[in-house]
């Protein structure tokens, strides 16, 4: 289940999320089962975050979200 913290930090927007994950480096990242299917994504910064079941993560909405190719999404 997707950290409710980081979720509202992720609405922020993308600017917010990657000051927040640059300092927080060694938090574990849990967006699991997470609907972003209203977000545009690019550029956030994904590295080592849970995303299993979050929907919409690689819908082409201008560029691929960063680091996409580590994870799978929409199956």
């Given amino acids: ?4 913290e980081q979720i509202l930090i992720i609405e922020q927007g993308v600017k ?3 000051d927040w994950r640059s300092k ?3 938090i574990v990242v849990d ?3 997470a609907d972003f ?5 690019s550029n956030v910064d994904f590295r080592y975050a849970n995303l299993a079941g979050a929907s919409q993560l690689c819908k082409k909405r201008g560029r691929s979200p960063k680091y996409s190719r580590d994870f799978i ?3």
Avoid at 37 to 41: A, D, F, R, T, V
């Fill in 1 to 4: 289940m997707a950290n409710e």
């Fill in 37 to 41: 299917s209203n977000s545009n994504l």
């Fill in 24 to 26: 927080n480096k060694k």
């Fill in 31 to 33: 967006l699991s089962n």
């Fill in 73 to 75: 999404a929409n199956k």
């Fill in 16 to 18: 917010t999320w990657n």
